[in-house]
């Protein structure tokens, strides 16, 4: 079994220092490879759960964030690739988590429940 990471902790929505997309990206970039989350939980990991269209919208932008943002395991609450019409072309999001080993079909993540990551569940509290 692969040791475990601390994961960073990540500041409430709010602060001054750190915008709400920095925030977003930094909780995406700790999403373990072979793993996919939802902008929902992203959102609730940030004390606003009612923001995952907030949460996609900072992951449109994701591709000019540095470091990289690993946007493409970032997936809507059914599994679903709805962010993949902002790749290019729209079929790199799937080929990029069937290169982590993540099976795909109709646009959708198979087994999701079992690939799926929610980082409260990781201790980022």
Same mark, same amino acid.
């Given at each position: 079994m692969p040791k475990k990471e601390k994961l960073k902790t990540i500041?409430?929505? =709010?602060?001054?220092? &750190?915008s709400f997309f920095e925030q977003v990206y930094e909780i995406a970039r700790q999403i373990p490879k072979g793993r996919v989350t939802?902008?929902? $939980?992203? $959102? $609730?990991?940030? =004390?606003?759960?009612?923001s995952a269209r907030m949460v996609g919208w900072a992951m449109n932008g994701a591709g000019k964030a540095k470091p990289k943002v690993p946007a493409h395991r970032v997936v809507n609450k059914? =599994?679903?690739?709805?962010?993949?019409?902002?790749?290019?072309?729209?079929e790199l999001m799937q080929q990029l988590l069937e290169k982590e080993g993540i099976k795909v079909k109709? &646009?959708?993540?198979?087994?999701? &429940?079992?690939?799926?990551?929610?980082?409260?569940?990781e201790g980022m509290w």
């Amino acid at each position: 079994m692969p040791k475990k990471e601390k994961l960073k902790t990540i500041k409430p929505s =709010g602060k001054k220092e &750190e915008s709400f997309f920095e925030q977003v990206y930094e909780i995406a970039r700790q999403i373990p490879k072979g793993r996919v989350t939802s902008y929902g $939980a992203i $959102a $609730a990991c940030l =004390g606003t759960k009612l923001s995952a269209r907030m949460v996609g919208w900072a992951m449109n932008g994701a591709g000019k964030a540095k470091p990289k943002v690993p946007a493409h395991r970032v997936v809507n609450k059914n =599994g679903m690739l709805t962010g993949r019409h902002h790749f290019s072309p729209p079929e790199l999001m799937q080929q990029l988590l069937e290169k982590e080993g993540i099976k795909v079909k109709n &646009e959708t993540v198979v087994d999701f &429940e079992k690939k799926f990551w929610h980082p409260m569940d990781e201790g980022m509290w």
